[in-house]
């Protein structure tokens, strides 16, 4: 596979500190690197205009499954092959998504789902542990999916596959209504290891646990009306 | 029965409301005209309220009267929610219309350092994915560690 054709997705709020550093790991291992600024009020957009292929900018703040779609959209009207997702808080490593690629190559799956329970977290505080085994244990029995991290912002996505997603929760219950749009699909997923790096940053920038409550009322209100 | 008959007004208009709104929310529209449908039977009918209230456990018709009410008002506050929803979907569609329409390919001087970078380091690259065998996952790269915080 190409590099060329392979289109990583950062979706950005506020992110100025670190997007021009996680920017320039990607464009250095030659990935094409589309950032979406979800309507950052600090320097993101700038920052992330120094490296990357592309920025997008919400003139609204959205949500990042909103930026996600975002992106995705932009890519394939690039003619992506390859889409990967890419959290901008840098916990993520560029190093990790050849090997997303090179699974999506080698079983003839649409979609990689990186996993830290497979892989490594590091710093991850105990609070952590426990919602995200909690979010996966529901997340695998509204799906019926056999994963063991659904809640894992490091994706890729053949073209079939991001197609297949419809991505209408704007918020944070995007990561679990794509993984009822990859069951629906019917198309093949597989898991990779990756690794996660938890920083006191990612950890200031990520989801607080309470946060739980509002995704539920999200995708419950999804199931309400058409 | 001037109470009687400003209640069944209301009490109409809400099935005017759900009949409106079936296309949308089915569950929602149903919901409120079952409720809607027994709040007027009950106006008319406080006899029989009292009946079914004191059966289920309400001192007084009227009260059991008033409960469905705020059923109702339950009901409609939660597709006014969905309406809102559906009203920021639109929002999201208009957004990402404007931001694709503006998308910015990165600046030429951008492209054009990174270029230079990546061709400096493509070598060394190479050799690392060459090399590259098996996920082992406590490899850790001193790149990596200086963007740790």
């Known amino acids: 596979m190409q590099k ?22 990607l464009r250095r291992c030659r990935y094409n690197v589309v950032v979406v600024d979800d309507g950052s009020t600090d320097a993101t957009r700038h920052e992330a205009a120094k490296g990357a292929t592309a920025v997008v900018v919400h003139p609204v703040n959205l949500g990042q499954g909103a930026a996600l779609k975002t992106g995705i959209d932009y890519a394939l009207s690039q003619g992506a092959e390859i889409v990967v997702t890419f959290d901008a808080d840098g916990q993520h490593r560029a190093e990790n998504i050849a090997r997303l690629v090179r699974a999506l190559k080698q079983e003839h799956a649409d979609f990689a789902l990186g996993s830290r329970r497979l892989g490594q977290s590091r710093n991850m505080p105990f609070e952590r542990r426990v919602f995200l ?16 991290d659904t809640h894992n912002g490091l994706r890729a996505l053949t073209r079939r596959g991001a197609s297949a997603l419809s991505l209408r929760q ?3 219950a995007h990561a679990s209504e794509i993984l009822t749009d990859i069951a629906n699909s019917g198309l093949r997923y597989t898991e990779v290891p990756v690794t996660i790096d938890y920083t006191c940053y990612s950890l200031a920038k990520g989801q607080r646990t309470g946060d739980f409550m509002m995704i539920l009322l999200d995708l419950f209100a999804r199931k309400l009306h058409r | ?29 149903v919901s409120s005209f079952i409720a809607s449908l027994a709040g007027l039977y009950f106006v008319w009918m406080p006899l029989h309220s009292t009946h079914v209230a004191k059966f289920i456990g309400i001192g007084r018709g009227a009260d059991l009267i008033m409960y469905l009410w705020v059923c109702i008002s339950l009901i409609v506050l939660l597709n006014l929610h969905l309406k809102l929803r559906s009203q920021h979907e639109v929002i999201t569609a208009l957004a990402r219309a404007i931001a694709l329409a503006n998308a910015s390919s990165a600046t030429e001087a951008g492209l054009q350092s990174i270029e230079h970078e990546t061709a400096i380091k493509s070598r060394a690259e190479l050799a690392s994915d060459a090399s590259y065998k098996e996920p082992t996952m406590t490899v850790r790269t001193a790149a990596v560690d200086s963007t740790v915080l």
């Open chain 1, 4 to 25: 060329s054709a392979v289109w990583v997705i950062c979706p950005a709020f506020n992110e100025g500190a670190t997007i021009a550093n996680v920017v320039a790991d």
């Open chain 1, 133 to 148: 085994f909690a979010a996966t244990l529901f997340t695998v029995a509204t799906t019926g999916l056999c994963l063991t």
């Open chain 1, 170 to 172: 704007n918020r944070m």
């Open chain 2, 1 to 29: 029965m001037i109470a009687q008959v400003i209640l069944s007004l209301l009490l109409c208009s809400v099935l005017v409301y759900s009949w409106v709104e079936y296309r949308r929310s089915p569950a929602v529209a």
